[in-house]
Nanobody, 117 residues
Framework: VQLQASGGGLVQAGGSLRLSCAAS????????MGWFRQAPGKEREFVGS????????YYEDSVKGRFTISRDNAKNTVWLQMNSLRPEDTAVYYCASRRNVGSYSSWGQGTLVTVSS
């Protein structure tokens, strides 16, 4: 599976951005799509995920109510809608995929989100 993330940019605090992640290749093997982020000087952290087949979502506590993950299976695309952005959301955001078991094995290249105060 190959993943291509896009949509990052510079936004003021309180603003919104929508990130996209397009999947190609063996997409039939995808069970879960996840979003992660890595802020400068920090370790990569989990943001949220979506079950590729049934659409169930799961979010890290700090983004609940502000971020929404959705997908379009026909387009092999997942989106991360980010609202009420905060400076602490500044990070490189990555999408990743995994099968029904195991760890995330395919990763996109990352897209930078910068939130100014």
């Amino acid at each position: 599976v190959q993943l291509q993330a896009s949509g990052g940019g510079l936004v003021q605090a309180g603003g919104s951005l929508r990130l996209s992640c397009a999947a190609s290749g063996r997409t039939f093997s995808i069970c879960v799509m996840g979003w992660f982020r890595q802020a400068p000087g920090k370790e990569r952290e989990f943001v949220g995920s979506i079950n590729w087949n049934v659409g169930d979502t799961y979010y890290e506590d700090s983004v609940k109510g502000r971020f929404t993950i959705s997908r379009d299976n026909a387009k092999n695309t997942v989106w991360l809608q980010m609202n009420s952005l905060r400076p602490e959301d500044t990070a490189v955001y990555y999408c990743a995929s995994r099968r029904n078991v195991g760890s995330y094995s395919s990763w996109g290249q990352g897209t930078l989100v910068t939130v100014s105060s």
